[in-house]
């Protein structure tokens, strides 16, 4: 089994920056895709940030492209989202996953293990 656990959420201001954390047990990140993704309260579920650990290929959405950063501890089972320029619509329960078949997926459903969120929230 493979239990992921967030942390680092907080509040901070806009133009603020957080690094949230997502450190796996159970098995390594060799060969797995590990995703970010966010929810925000009354809205749908959509991906942040992705990275194939096999290949360090990496995805962005288009909200996250030249403000996030997904990153690889190589000396840890831990992988991390450095969130620079925040702004309110960044707010959200941000959740990693991680996923053990083919390459990085967009859609939440094609990842197998999930963490328990971490809050974001992001004051004007």
């Known amino acids: 089994q493979v239990q992921l656990v967030e942390s680092g959420g907080r509040l901070v201001q806009a133009g603020d920056s957080l690094r949230l954390s997502c450190a796996a047990s159970?098995?390594?990140?060799?060969?797995?895709?590990v995703g970010w993704f966010r929810q925000a309260s009354g809205k749908e579920r959509e991906i942040v940030a992705a990275?194939?650990?096999?290949?360090?290929?990496?995805y962005y959405a288009d909200s996250a492209k030249g403000r996030f950063t997904i990153s690889r501890d190589n000396g840890k089972n831990t992988v991390y989202l450095q969130m620079n320029s925040l702004n309110p619509e960044d707010t959200a329960v941000y959740y990693c996953?991680?996923?053990?078949?083919?390459?990085?997926?967009?859609?939440?459903?094609?990842?197998?293990?999930w963490g328990q969120g971490t809050q974001v929230t992001v004051s004007s």
């Open positions: 996953a991680a996923k053990f078949r083919g390459g990085i997926a967009l859609s939440g459903s094609m990842y197998d293990y």
């Open positions: 990275i194939n650990l096999s290949v360090s290929t990496t």
């Open positions: 159970g098995r390594t990140f060799s060969s797995n895709v």
